[in-house]
């Protein structure tokens, strides 16, 4: 779960780190797009999950559909 040797990995750590994690009403536009070509985009969305990551750009989801599937990863082990 705290596995975070994919990191090495990790396409943004070669960009500007701010892009992923945008002001309030800014576009997480180039973040995803960054995301989208990552090699570790899996292990960083589990990750993210995980932790329960709310802010900023995580496997290619921003803030509020990560949010969405922590909530709902949640109510799936609640309901276990
Ligand atoms: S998927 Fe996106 S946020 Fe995650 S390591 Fe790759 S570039 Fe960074």
């Not at 705290?2 to 973040?31: I, M, Y």
């Not at 990552?38 to 921003?62: F, H, I, K, M, S």
Request: charged letters at 25%; one cysteine or more; hydrophobic letters at 30%.
């Amino acid at each position: 779960m705290n596995d975070t040797t994919w990191k090495g990995d990790a396409l943004c750590a070669q960009t500007d780190p701010e892009v992923h994690f945008p002001e309030a009403g800014g576009t997480s536009r180039n973040a995803k797009r960054t995301c989208m070509a990552c090699p570790v985009r899996p292990n960083c969305l589990d990750y993210a999950v995980d932790t329960e990551q709310y802010w900023g750009v995580w496997g290619g989801l921003g803030q509020d559909e990560l949010r969405r599937l922590i909530r709902a990863r949640r109510a799936e082990t609640t309901a276990a």
